[in-house]
């Protein structure tokens, strides 16, 4: 069946090769073990082997049961395109990717924002999902259920001076994204000579933070109000698997409501 025979409905994430990128957060680990119950091949990405290993056990692969793992530096353009070639070449295809690597910094007042906080969201939240979304544009466009997911803040939509270096940095990385999504239309549902179905997306799913079990346990005494649990993520960044691309091609989930 060619691309253009292909359904908006693809059949969710059974048998995907998904890269995580950014497996070893607790959002990594939730991602990786949804898109496994989910039936999805999910290739573990971080920049330590060993914090791969520690999260997920001993690096397996599709035929044994355990979690494919690969150490790259995300912030390493050629890194990220020796990685992708190597996976294409390992499992035949490359159907998304779910980018959650970042971090925070933040404090203080706007003359605060320091050059050190910037160069750190810049290499971690930017020069990463630049990276991947390049390396991996071919291989989401190819798919026939090609889905590019990022993480996204809520704060960006008033952002405060004490955090302006991280708003920034967020909505420089769902303006790409959203390119991304428009780039993925014209080869597609916008062909100017005839269009395709509209089989790949790319998304923002935008929080206020991110909840896990260590940390309610830790703060028994807190509601977390506004905060999105990892497991909650991970589900919904699954479910974009089984949605019609041409529906959610370029939209912002908020998922803190």
């Known amino acids: ?16 090769v998904v890269v995580v990128a950014g497996a070893t957060s607790a959002s990594g680990e939730a991602t990786v073990r949804a898109l496994r119950a989910a039936g999805a091949i999910a290739v573990a990405v971080g920049s330590n082997a060993a914090r791969l290993e520690a999260a997920f056990g001993a690096p397996g692969g599709a035929d044994d049961g355990g979690v494919p793992q690969r150490e790259c530096d995300l912030a390493d353009f050629g890194a990220v395109q020796a990685l992708a070639a190597e996976l294409r070449a390992t499992f035949g295809a490359v159907d998304g990717v779910i980018h959650l690597v970042g971090g925070w910094r933040g404090g203080g007042t706007l003359a605060d924002q320091s050059d050190e906080d910037w160069e ?39 952002p405060r001076a004490g955090y302006a270096n991280y708003a920034a940095a967020k909505a420089a990385a769902e303006a790409w994204t959203r390119a991304m999504a428009r780039g993925l239309a014209a080869v597609q549902a916008e062909r100017k000579e005839a269009p395709l179905p509209q089989t790949s997306a790319a998304v923002v799913l935008a929080v206020k933070s991110l909840l896990d079990d260590d940390m309610r346990a830790e703060h028994p005494e807190r509601k977390f109000p506004g905060y999105t649990h990892v497991d909650d993520l991970a589900a919904r960044a699954v479910a974009l698997f089984t949605e019609d691309a041409a529906a959610i091609n370029g939209a912002r989930f908020d998922l803190s409501a």
């Open 120 to 158: 750190f969201l810049e290499r971690g939240s930017i020069a990463t999902l630049r990276n991947t979304s390049r390396a991996f544009f071919d291989d989401i466009e190819a798919s026939p259920r090609g889905r590019f997911v990022i993480v996204s803040s809520t704060l960006i939509e008033h």
């Open 1 to 16: 069946m060619s691309l253009g025979e292909e359904t908006t409905s693809p059949r969710g994430a059974q048998d995907a």
